[in-house]
């Protein structure tokens, strides 16, 4: 159907009213803001004729409005004050807003990790007042404050996005994705592999990625377990640069397949070496730290993720650190005990920091000379400096290093009391490399004179594999920080169950900003060039929990590792085994009950988890010390089973010393089925799936465990659980599926080996998909 010219004419005709409207309304605009800046300039020379600085201060002081530095903010400030009134504090922090092109913004802190990111353009104001002392300059017995709103400028259009630090994040907001999978990173393709060079290269490139020859460049390497094993001079420069190796499947994968980057790393990770490999933004190349008026050097590299390995020379209580240059000739004061060596970090994600601050005070091994070193930079990244001075009094270098200290944190170096202050450091409770030196005397010669059974000498190597925990660790090799206290880690676990409770009530942006700066102060974290990530879903928070989780026992492990090391009578892993308390013997590959459990592993591996398949190497009888004692109260409990439990390698040294730990009081209860409590599987590969192995790292550990499950509450949904019901001794999961599972040929703990400690009536569990925590 045609359109009626009268129709055509009419609808003009409305247009044309519609842009007359709005031309008149964006001069009368223009006029307004005209008029308003003749206003503030009429009130800047006026002041300027008949006020000094001092003046102007005072006027500031006596309406409640902070004195910024410099004659130019102070003329700005008051201009703005006494042309629409004076500003009253933020809402949220009661800080100072201050006049930007765009909104008012708070110059104040939430609290002493977090700068206020409020802004508004309609602040609450007050009348301005001129004091009486001032009404013998003319202007101001003059001046009559009429009160009005600031007029603003209508919002330009913004340009894209980029990753340098900007001061007000979006809270709720997720990083865009990159359009292609590899774009940023530099890949290192070595040996024969099926495709050319020439083709592999089309692909990296297509994919975003691009190709180099040189290993400690490249982001990841492609190659063969073939050339992994004949191990040549370049592999050898990618095993020594830290980064992992993927076979040549991984290409073809991630152009074809919608899984993500981790998960093919994963999947296709043939070496048994290598860092984490994170996306980064094109930005990461262009943006460094400028360079500042020091004696000291400045390194202005590409703001790369690359792991540093440095080599830490251990000398009484600190390790030198090897930027310095001097660990071969000088070593950390130490006195009365107090070592001269501190840590610092700063996080604060609405300015996109994420720095640490190292400071060491050295003395010469021979004879007395003394340096104050300092260095810093971005955590993860080869962006920051450092600087050395040189002292031949050691009282003046004590106080260099004092006056430095407290620069940076605001707190005495003897203080017992540490308070946090806004834009300043935080010390970080680490070792300083003591452990290190001990680990190293443990492992050096492990194995020679031992005592124990071959497949328990290898399992002691397994538990305590220094190697396996740094990679579990953050930041050991990126910045190296050390290892993490307790206490520290515990702080970290309070933090994330009160980030935790206000995200789950709807707290504000503010609350989630300021937890999560704490959080990444006390646990360091390499982000690259990126912002830190806010903590503000319960998924992601989770999964810091469970880093905890491992950092904890790993803090563990380290802890048994660091005594025995001047024992020279014995073999390093005996030393290490009878640490654990608790009795570890191989269960004979030709027995029934070794039969009977591979039988439990073939018959409870799961139809779902079909990308790996299970094979059991070893099978250990072990016996903690004191463990049947705290069991025999519960033995007489009806419906004991025999269930798997899985964990991290890294984290057994804490289980067998320790024993199976619910979650500590600090940690939120978040991510729990039914709360805090030891959770259990009948599917092996369920609990299979805890153990985090990998094709580059496919042996795990699994423990099969005795429980005295007693009534059992039954479930079929999430729900928390703080205290059972009476008569209740633990919590199972109901499955639909439970019909389908049941006489899959679980054995009866009677059966086995122990079956003499077990009362007949014990129960075979059924497999049936279910998990069972005890509860504390």
């Known amino acids: 159907m045609r359109k009626r010219k009268a129709d055509e004419v009419d609808g003009d005709a409305t247009k044309k009213k519609k842009q007359k409207k709005a031309d008149k309304e964006e001069k009368q605009l223009e006029k307004q803001l005209k008029d308003q800046s003749q206003l503030i300039w009429n009130i800047k020379d006026e002041l300027k004729k008949c006020s000094s600085t001092n003046d102007m201060k005072e006027l500031l002081i006596a309406n409640k409005q902070e004195v910024p530095s410099g004659e130019s903010a102070i003329l700005d400030r008051i201009s703005d004050c006494m042309a629409f009134g004076a500003l009253k504090p933020c809402e949220e922090c009661q800080g100072q807003l201050v006049f930007k092109s765009d909104a008012y913004y708070c110059t104040g802190n939430i609290t002493a990790w977090t700068k206020c990111v409020f802004k508004t353009q309609t602040p609450n104001r007050k009348d301005w007042v001129i004091p009486k ?45 990159e359009d292609k999978p590899l774009t940023n990173m530099k890949i290192l393709c070595i040996g024969k592999l099926v495709k050319s060079k020439d083709v592999l290269k089309t692909v990296i490139e297509e994919l975003g990625g691009k190709t180099t020859g040189t ?32 076979s040549e499947e991984f290409l073809t994968d991630i152009k074809s397949s919608g899984k993500a980057l981790q998960e093919l790393l994963s999947l296709h990770g043939i070496s048994s070496w290598g860092a984490e490999v994170k996306l980064e933004t094109s930005a990461t190349k262009s943006v460094g730290m400028p360079a500042g008026k020091s004696s000291g050097k400045v390194k202005e590299e590409e703001g790369s993720s690359k792991s540093k390995k440095m080599k830490l020379t251990v000398k009484g209580g600190a390790a030198v650190d090897p930027d310095s240059g001097l660990e071969d000739g000088a070593h950390v004061l130490d006195q009365n005990g107090k070592i001269f060596s501190a840590t610092l970090g700063l996080v604060d994600i609405s300015r996109g920091t994420n720095s640490y601050y190292k400071l060491q005070l050295l003395e010469d091994d021979v004879k007395k000379r003394y340096w104050v070193f300092r260095s810093w930079g971005r955590v993860g ?29 605001g707190n005495s170096w003897h203080s017992k009391n540490f308070t946090k202050y806004p834009n300043k450091f935080y010390p970080l409770e680490i070792d300083y490399g003591q452990d290190e030196e001990a680990v190293k005397k443990l492992t050096a010669s492990a194995g020679t004179k031992s005592k124990l059974a071959k497949p328990v000498q ?132 030709e027995s029934k009950v070794f039969n009977i459990i591979l039988d439990y592993v073939k018959n409870t591996h799961a139809a779902t988890h079909n990308s790996y398949s299970l094979e059991v190497e070893d099978i250990f009888e072990i016996v903690r010390e004191g463990e049947y004692q705290r069991y025999k109260p519960f033995q007489e409990l009806p419906n004991r089973q025999l269930l798997w439990h899985g964990s991290r390698t890294t984290n057994f040294a804490g289980i067998l010393s320790q024993g199976l730990r619910i979650a500590p009081p600090e940690a939120p209860v978040t991510g729990y089925m039914f709360g805090k ?87 075979a569990p059924c497999p049936t998909g279910h998990r069972c925590p005890l509860q504390a």
């Open 133 to 177: 002392e001032f009404h013998e300059i003319p202007y101001l017995k003059k001046f009559k404050f009429k009160r009005q709103d600031r007029i603003f400028s209508p919002t330009p259009v913004s340009p894209p996005p980029t990753t340098t630090n900007s001061s007000a994040p979006s809270l709720g907001a997720a990083p865009v994705p």
């Open 215 to 246: 290993a400690n460049k490249a982001t990841l390497c492609i190659s063969s377990k073939k050339e992994i094993e004949k191990m040549s001079k370049k592999m050898e420069e990618v095993k020594e640069a830290n980064v992992r190796v993927v």
């Open 381 to 409: 990244t080869t962006i920051g400096g450092n600087k050395l001075d040189k002292f031949s009094d050691k009282n003046a270098a004590i106080d260099n290093f004092l006056s430095v200290y407290e620069e940076k944190t």
């Open 458 to 589: 290898e399992l002691i190597k397994m538990i305590f594999d220094v190697e396996s925990m740094k990679k579990a660790m953050i930041d050991l090799q990126k910045m190296p920080l050390g290892k993490l206290s307790k206490r520290q880690i515990q702080s970290a676990y309070s933090i994330l169950s009160e980030v935790q409770q206000t995200v789950s009530g709807g707290g504000s942006d503010s609350q989630i900003l300021d937890l999560s700066n704490r959080f990444y102060t006390l646990i360091p974290h390499d982000f690259g060039m990126k912002k830190p990530p806010l903590l503000n879903n319960l998924e992601y928070i989770q999964t810091k929990v469970h880093m905890l989780d491992n950092l904890l026992d790993i803090e563990v492990a380290y802890s048994l590792l660091q005594g025995g090391a001047e024992d020279d009578q014995k073999d390093p892993i005996d030393i290490n085994y009878e640490k654990l308390k608790t009795k570890i013997e191989v269960v004979d590959k």
């Open 677 to 763: 409590g030891v959770y259990f599987a009948d599917m092996v590969s369920k609990s299979a799936n805890y153990c985090h192995t990998s094709q580059a790292d496919p042996v795990g550990l699994l423990l099969l465990g005795e429980l005295a499950l007693g009534n059992m509450h039954e479930l079929k949904k999430a729900a928390h659980i703080s205290k059972l019901p009476k008569g209740k001794h633990s919590v199972k999961e109901s499955l639909q599926t439970c019909a389908t599972m049941v006489n899959r040929g679980a054995p009866d703990p009677s059966s086995l080996l122990w079956g003499s400690r077990l009362p007949q009536r014990s129960k």
